[in-house]
């Protein structure tokens, strides 16, 4: 049998093996976290700009973290009939909606799920109000040219299990046959949190007035990644569209102009606006998808 070494010497060896293995677990941690913070940044970049998922009043995926509506004020009660709300479970809310039809509602293609539940007439964030309707999604539709991660045709709608009659607090919208002129008033709504980067849910649905700007403007705060099937419209510092909103309505002169889709991170920043979807380019779509499925 081979004679050991001085005991000194083993234990020499194996606290350089042990210090050695921690450098390198330490390393690959901080690499780690060196991406997901540099991806965090990146917040012009629409895969990280998202509107959608407020969750269990948790944080989001995506440009979930722009969705929510900043510096807004609580809505009036009925005066958004059309808004709807998708929750992927009794308290999670996901994204926002629109009723477009008795049997269709309309959201981004961002906020595809498996299933949906969605609820109509709704006003509170938690809780029930009177006259609401829950409705399953039963099909969903996005449309077949959107694209990751540009969001470009960012627009999806889904079919519920069920007609629902109009009431005072549910309505359907039209969508307008005009295209976004700049410097129109519109109105935005939502859940989304009310405060970014921190993460704040309201208690009632939140409005928001917001200014379409110019294609030109809206190209120069987003360099190459905007194309004819988005808008934007804000770029008042601190009010914007955030986190939970994704899907939900921008209205116009009293029609369906656009649907939140993506924005910088945090939300409400300086010369970052709101990118909205262009719905004027996809009432055909819109159009057709429903009366070839109902």
């Known amino acids: 049998m081979a004679s050991m070494g001085p005991p000194r010497a083993w234990i020499l060896v194996l606290l350089m093996s042990v210090l050695i293995m921690a450098d390198t677990g330490l390393t690959g941690q901080n690499q780690a976290c060196q991406e997901y913070g540099t991806r965090q940044a990146a917040g012009t970049h629409p895969e990280t700009g998202t509107r959608q998922e407020a969750g269990s009043l948790s944080q989001g995926e ?7 509506i900043l510096n807004g004020k609580d809505c009036q009660p009925q005066t958004q009939p059309w808004q709807a709300a998708l929750f992927l479970r009794p308290n999670r809310l996901y994204c926002g909606a629109v009723l477009v039809h008795p049997q269709w509602v309309l959201t981004a293609a961002h906020c595809q799920k498996p299933a949906y539940s969605v609820r109509l007439g709704r006003y509170h964030l938690q809780g029930i109000d009177p006259g609401q309707r829950i409705l399953r999604g039963v099909k969903s539709f996005p449309h077949p040219k959107y694209t990751r991660p540009a969001h470009s045709n960012d627009l999806m709608l889904i079919k519920l299990n069920g007609r629902v009659s109009m009431t005072p607090s549910i309505k359907t919208i039209k969508i307008s046959t005009q295209p976004p002129r ?8 939502g859940w989304g949190t009310t405060s970014s980067p921190q993460v704040h849910y309201p208690q009632v649905l939140q409005c928001l007035n917001i200014t379409i700007m110019s294609h030109e ?8 990644a905007i194309d004819s099937t988005m808008f934007c419209a804000g770029d008042e510092v601190g009010k914007d569209s955030c986190q939970g909103d994704s899907g939900g309505p921008v209205v116009c002169n009293g029609y369906l102009q656009g649907l939140v889709s993506w924005g910088d991170v945090p939300c409400g920043q300086p010369n970052k606006p709101g990118v909205y979807t262009n719905l004027y380019v996809f009432e055909k779509w819109i159009e057709d998808t429903i009366k070839n499925n109902s």
């Open 217 to 224: 403007a809206c190209q120069r705060a987003y360099p190459g």
């Open 182 to 189: 700049p410097g129109t008033q519109c109105l935005v709504s």
């Open 62 to 68: 995506t440009r979930q973290e722009n969705d929510r």
